[in-house]
Each structure stands twice: as structure tokens, then as C-alpha cells.
């Protein structure tokens, strides 16, 4: 990753994290023992289901967040703790928690960003000596007091009112064994679960959003950026190796870009591919959730086209 000074054109360039935002806030799946939202202390552990109140934080100090597994153990806290509130820590077990993985680009354990009023920003992976890493975070605290984000946290054990915050519901079984299925990395299997779940209840908000997300990832799995670039490069007019492009750029956080590129190929494509252009947008909407001005946007502009 990088040490280079952070400014708010690197925060406004770093992923998105939109996708990990559920549907009428209901997560991906209940959070595992021993991990909970970020309260009066300032390190935590978190996962894929409870990532959004990390976001919200993100509003009031900024959130260092620590991947960490595969015989790796986090090691941020101490630094973390001397700054006596000015971060939050969260920690990320990246062998269980496919979603965070995808959305921070997360290519080796330790990696470790932060997240300032709700938007990422990547620092680095590997490990780094201490006086570097103050350094880094010094970095962090200006981008943060940059955006308003100038709050600190109280230190202590969870107010009485956290301790007491009910236990969330379990996800319905064909829910559970995709989320399952995914953080195996079976996608295949994953989609089956979300297809079944929609022919039993077709108004399964929750498994339309979760099989467009699921989708997006089993077409990423075999594909690398540059071979789906030099395709599309070849044959501009490609339905299909556009619709490719269009996935990188969603999977980058640049769902705009996304939608641009399959609006302006739509009026020139044949009939199949104004289908599979219309179809590939509907998963966009998913993913983004049906509030997010650019899904308001394109919606709007393909309606246009459709009719």
C-alpha cells in the first residue's frame, strides 16, 4: 500500500462501501460471539453483518479497521489506545468475512484502512514500525479534521444501554447457507440459495439484493482487470465485455462510471443485448439499494431509453 500523505481526493477515490449497507438494515448474517458494534471502548471486532454501525461512527472519529487471520493476530490496539479516543479500532478476521474483503480490496493480511464519515480510505498492508505508523495516523487525524470528523470517544467498558441492546434475529435457513456458502468462497452455491429463496417468496427483498451481490463476485472470481479492459478496448461496441468493464467499476466503488458505460452503449445494442444491459442495471440497483441518487439517476435515464 502506500505512506504518501492522504488528502480528500484520495478519501473521494476509495472504494465504496454502499454494497455492505443492508436493505431496511437487516445484516447479511447475526453477528459471531464476542463480536460487536464499536461502543464506549475504543478497539472491537467486527464482521460483514455489523459493519454499518462502523460507518456510522466513522461520522464522529475516524475507524482505523485491522484485517487480520491466517495465523496473523491484530496488533494495532496499543498504539490505537494511546491516542485516548481520537480512533476508534476494528478488527477484521478476513478468512470469514468475504464482503469487507472485497469492498477494501484486502489482497494480504495484515491490511489496514480507515474510514472517515462513512468513506474509506486505504493505508497499508504488511507490517509497520511504530514511528511510521504514527505517522500514518497523524495523517488520518488531518484528513478526518478535514472532513468535520473531530469527536472522541470515551473510554470504558459498554454503557449499560449496549449490554443490554437485544440479540439480533437468525437469518432464515436459506439466508444462513448462502451467507455460509459465501464465506467459503462457493459462490456457486451461494447463488442457488438466493435463487430458491426468491422462488419461494419472489418478494424476498433480501435474497434479490444478496443474489445480485453474490453475482457480481462469482463474475469477478475468474476474471482480471487487465484481460477484461483489453477486451473491451478491442470491440467498444461488445455488449458483454463492456458489461464486464462495468463490473470492475462497481466492484471499485464506481458505480457512476458503471452506469454511464452501459447507458451510452444501450441505444446502438441489439435486442438481447438491451436485455442483458436492462438486467445487469436491475443488480446495479440492488447493490446500491434503491435510495442512492445514482441509482435514482439511472433508473430514470434508462426509463427514457426503454421507452
Known amino acids: 500500500m502506500t505512506n504518501a500523505p492522504l488528502n480528500a481526493a484520495t478519501l473521494r477515490?476509495?472504494?465504496?462501501?454502499?454494497?455492505?449497507?443492508?436493505?431496511?438494515?437487516?445484516?447479511?448474517?447475526?453477528?459471531?460471539t464476542g463480536e460487536t458494534a464499536p461502543s464506549g471502548g475504543f478497539a472491537t471486532n467486527v464482521n460483514d453483518a455489523s459493519f454499518t454501525q462502523v460507518l456510522e461512527l466513522s461520522n464522529t472519529v475516524p475507524v482505523i479497521v485491522?484485517?487480520?487471520?491466517?495465523?496473523?493476530?491484530?496488533?494495532?490496539?496499543p498504539t490505537i489506545t494511546a491516542y485516548a479516543g481520537k480512533?476508534?479500532?476494528?478488527?477484521?478476521?478476513?478468512?470469514?468475512?468475504?464482503?469487507?474483503v472485497q469492498a477494501f480490496q484486502v489482497q494480504q493480511v495484515p491490511t489496514v484502512a480507515a474510514v472517515i464519515g462513512g468513506r474509506p480510505v486505504q493505508l497499508f498492508a504488511?507490517?509497520?514500525?511504530?514511528?511510521?505508523?504514527?505517522?500514518?495516523?497523524?495523517?488520518?487525524?488531518?484528513?478526518?479534521?478535514?472532513?468535520?470528523?473531530?469527536?472522541?470517544?470515551?473510554?470504558?467498558?459498554?454503557?449499560?444501554?449496549?449490554?443490554?441492546?437485544?440479540?439480533?434475529?437468525?437469518?432464515?435457513?436459506?439466508?444462513?447457507?448462502a451467507y455460509d456458502a459465501i464465506a467459503a468462497g462457493d459462490f456457486a452455491t451461494a447463488i442457488e440459495k438466493y435463487e430458491t429463496a426468491i422462488t419461494q417468496n419472489p418478494r424476498d427483498q433480501q435474497a434479490v439484493a444478496g443474489l445480485a451481490q453474490v453475482s457480481l463476485l462469482a463474475r469477478l472470481e475468474n476474471e482480471t482487470a487487465d484481460s477484461v479492459r483489453s477486451a473491451a478496448a478491442q470491440d467498444p461496441t461488445s455488449v458483454s465485455?463492456?458489461?464486464?468493464?462495468?463490473?470492475?467499476?462497481?466492484?471499485?466503488?464506481?458505480?457512476?462510471?458503471?452506469?454511464?458505460?452501459?447507458?451510452?452503449?444501450?441505444?446502438?445494442?441489439?435486442?438481447?443485448g438491451k436485455n442483458?444491459?436492462?438486467?445487469?442495471?436491475?443488480d446495479y440497483f440492488e447493490i446500491a439499494g434503491a435510495e442512492d441518487p445514482r441509482t435514482v439517476d439511472a433508473r430514470r435515464r434508462l426509463t427514457l431509453l426503454l421507452y
Not at 16 to 25: A, F, G, I, M, P
Not at 87 to 100: E, I
Not at 143 to 163: F, H, I, Q, R, Y
Request: cysteine-free; proline content about 7%; aromatic content about 4%.
Open 13 to 32: 477515490g476509495a472504494v465504496d462501501l454502499t454494497s455492505l449497507v443492508r436493505q431496511h438494515n437487516e445484516p447479511v448474517a447475526p453477528a459471531a
Open 66 to 77: 485491522e484485517f487480520f487471520g491466517q495465523g496473523v493476530e491484530p496488533a494495532l490496539e
Open 87 to 100: 480512533f476508534a479500532l476494528v478488527t477484521v478476521d478476513a478468512t470469514s468475512n468475504p464482503q469487507l
Open 126 to 177: 504488511g507490517v509497520m514500525a511504530e514511528n511510521d505508523l504514527k505517522d500514518v495516523l497523524e495523517q488520518v487525524l488531518q484528513l478526518a479534521a478535514e472532513s468535520n470528523v473531530v469527536g472522541t470517544l470515551p473510554a470504558g467498558e459498554a454503557s449499560d444501554d449496549d449490554a443490554q441492546e437485544p440479540v439480533e434475529e437468525p437469518l432464515p435457513p436459506l439466508h444462513q447457507e
Open 241 to 272: 465485455a463492456q458489461m464486464a468493464v462495468a463490473d470492475l467499476d462497481v466492484s471499485g466503488g464506481h458505480l457512476g462510471d458503471a452506469f454511464a458505460r452501459l447507458l451510452e452503449l444501450f441505444p446502438s445494442a441489439d435486442a438481447d
Open 276 to 282: 442483458a444491459i436492462r438486467t445487469r442495471m436491475l
